[in-house]
Every structure is written in C-alpha cells, then in structure tokens.
C-alpha cells in the first residue's frame, strides 16, 4: 500500500540530489536500491508533517508533499529521551530513515533521513563521528556548529558537518523539514549529546 509512496519519495529525493552539485558529489546515490517493508512507526508530529505550511522551493516543494504523503505509513524515530531534551521537543520532532543501511530503501553507500522540528525549538548541541549535509526541504532554522558562524538557513540551503563537529539548531516563528545525508566512517552510529 504504502510502497508507491516511498518510491514517490525516493524519486523526488533522488531528483534534487542531482539538481544540486553538493549533494550530488557528498556520496554516490544508488540507482535503484532495495525496498525494505518497515512497518509504520508514529510520532506525535505526523499531523503537523501532513500538513506542513512553509516556504519551499519549486525544487523542494515535490519533495515536501511526498513527504507529507507517507507521513503515516513512516518508520519515525526519535533519537533522545525526554530527560535530554524535554516533552515539548519530543512531541514536534522526528525523523525517519529513507535511505541506508537500516531505511525504507537499503543501501550501505550512505543514509539519508527526513527530519523536521516544529516552531521555537531549540536542538542542543550534539555531535557524531558521521559526515552530514543538511538541506533544507521547507521552513526554516538557525544552524550553529563549533568554529564556524550560526547562519539562518531557508528552503534548498546546505549545511555540512565534519566528523564529530558538535552542532545545533533553533526554530524560530517556522518549522523545518529537512533532508540529511551521512556518509563516512560511523554511518551506521547515532547522535550523541555533546558533553557541556
Ligand atoms: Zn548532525
């Protein structure tokens, strides 16, 4: 039922992967990986995803609904517990697993997950042994990250974090969906706190 939706979704991921120069040289894209029947995994931010109100790009608008279009049959995961990050964070954040060693659609070249945060939320500083770009899909955020400026990022604008760089993130008036790609050594690993 829900597997033309994911394939939707990968087609309108891979599209803006090859759009863009950035994300198209950070990892090899996988020309037709595997589908891996996960079954739905909710969060309690699907509704907001579903119906998601924010700026996008005629690049990134495709991609934003065909999220929003699987936002219920999704794997969605949250990475931290309430003690580390609170309710609130915890009831408008998530992210799933696209692409990769453990997604919707497999691959051991890189991973590449869907992620949104709702309005004026702060994501504290956290680091991981993984390569990371971020683009962003809809809305928008602060991106901080050590040694380099915060910058306010909108639709179609990258980020990229080095190999246990810590970096955050703040939510203003918007909400942000994004894309993520890990590639490197710690594919595989998760997201830690960085220590205070
Ligand atoms: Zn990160």
Redesign the pocket.
Known sequence: MSRAGFERLLAATGALVRALPQLRDFAPWPADPPFADRPPQAIPAIAPIETLDAATTARTAPLAAAVAAVARDAHWEQTYSEAEVGRDFLDRYGWFELLGPGGHFRTGALRAYIAFWGAHLHYPP?L?EAE?LYCVLAGEAVFHAAGMPSARLGPEALRL?RASQP?AMDTGAAPILTLVLWRGAGLEGI?RMAPP
């Open positions: 956290h991981h990371e974090h970096h997201p």
